[in-house]
């Protein structure tokens, strides 16, 4: 089975701040098949596969 850590990984939706199974820190933009864009900073966004969302924190955790 699948333990968790932390919130509903499968359920990210954008706005929600994550952590990154590489350690990344970043928040949720567009959530696109298997695919969500992460914001890493300020103006600054990624794509990256929804399955290295690690863990999804509690809402206000990150600012830029």
Known sequence: G???VG???EGVAGGDGVVTTGGLLGKIGR???GNVELQIAKD???VMQKQAVAQVLP???IRF
């Open 44 to 46: 600054v966004e990624v």
């Open 59 to 61: 809402k206000g955790s």
């Open 2 to 4: 699948r333990g968790g």
């Open 31 to 33: 959530v696109k098949d």
């Open 7 to 9: 919130g509903r990984v």
